[in-house]
């Protein structure tokens, strides 16, 4: 079990943990992006990359790859409550930053608790870097993008006052048509 991201920065080879997976993304940053120049666009990433390390490595986090105007980081399950509850209120600080600095825009955040494999990587270039893989870290990136989202993983591990700050979303069912149909009937 992974109790310290300091112990995954050490590791060797990869190993099997059940971790906290965030995902935070900026929305209408394409919109900034194509309206300022590339050295404002850059400086205001900077900014916000600058925070994001911080609230990360506040909370016992590791930071596994900036994406552009998104941030996929990792955090020992059993402080999941902690930093969910902690990450809304980064949220509130970022959307106050964000009216004066990229208006229009907003900070959406995923959780989610589940397996995955963490460990070293070659990178790019050899240049050294830790990655997790795994269905959670998928489960996480495709989880919805609209404000501040946990999976029912992440909200069972959100202390009795920590959940009531979520409500439940239900979305519609909604009917498919099964891959059988879609192929051609065999003569």
């Known amino acids: 079990m992974v109790q310290a991201m300091s112990q995954v920065l050490s590791l060797k080879s990869p190993v099997e943990a059940n971790l906290l997976i965030v995902v935070f993304d900026l929305t209408n940053f394409t919109q900034f992006s194509r309206s300022n120049e590339s050295s404002e666009v850059f400086r205001q990433m900077k900014a916000f990359n600058s925070m994001s390390a911080e609230f990360v490595k506040a909370n016992g986090g590791l930071i596994l ?3 552009g105007d998104a941030c996929l980081c990792v ?3 059993d402080h999941a409550s902690n930093v969910i509850t902690a990450m809304v209120d980064f949220t509130a600080k970022v959307d106050d930053w964000l009216k ?4 229009g825009s907003r900070l959406t955040v995923n ?3 589940g397996p995955v ?5 070659p990178g790019y270039n050899g240049q050294p870097q830790i990655d997790a893989i795994g269905e959670a870290v998928n489960i996480c990136f495709a989880m919805s993008h609209r404000g501040f989202v946990i999976s029912p993983e992440a909200f069972r591990s959100l202390t009795p ?10 979305q519609p ?14 003569k």
Do not use: D, M, W
């Open 117 to 121: 494999t963490i460990g070293p990587t």
């Open 100 to 103: 004066e600095k990229i208006p």
């Open 65 to 67: 790859k900036f994406l």
């Open 111 to 113: 959780c989610h608790v």
């Open 161 to 170: 006052e920590a959940k009531r700050n979520f409500k439940k979303f239900t």
């Open 173 to 186: 069912i909604v009917y498919l048509l099964s891959e059988q149909q879609l192929e051609a009937p065999s």
């Open 75 to 77: 955090f020992p399950v």
